[in-house]
């Protein structure tokens, strides 16, 4: 009776690895100008639920949102960019998301300045 309750467990799939969200952001483009709007979408994913969500744009915080304890989180945004950045400047775009276990998911990428 042992040796077929453990082949039974043998065969049950393994349950995914705690970590910390996926995070995924979609910018409507890649260069802006300075001042501009920089729009795009977010999503973060954790099968336990996400507790929170950050975003930050050219170091400003643009979105400070309750996950809800879902297991995913989508967003739309529009981000201001402010005056003074000079052409090829890089301008920061920041997302992290804590799930309720406390694993914290960041992803950092940039848009570039175009024109004067």
């Known amino acids: 009776m042992f040796a077929a309750g453990a082949a039974t467990f043998a065969c049950q799939a393994d349950r995914e690895r705690p970590g ?43 979105l400070d949102a309750d996950g809800l304890l879902e297991p995913t989180f989508l967003a739309s945004f529009r981000a201001p960019i402010r005056a003074g950045h000079a052409s090829s400047d890089h301008v920061s775009v920041r997302v992290s998301a804590r799930d309720v276990s406390g694993y914290v998911g960041r992803l950092d990428t940039f848009v570039v300045v175009s024109g004067p």
């Open 20 to 62: 910390p969200p996926r995070l995924v952001i979609t910018l409507g483009q890649d260069t802006v100008r300075s001042p501009d709007t920089l729009a795009g979408s977010l999503r973060a994913d954790a099968p336990d639920g996400i507790d929170s969500v950050w975003l930050s744009v050219d170091s400003a915080s643009t």
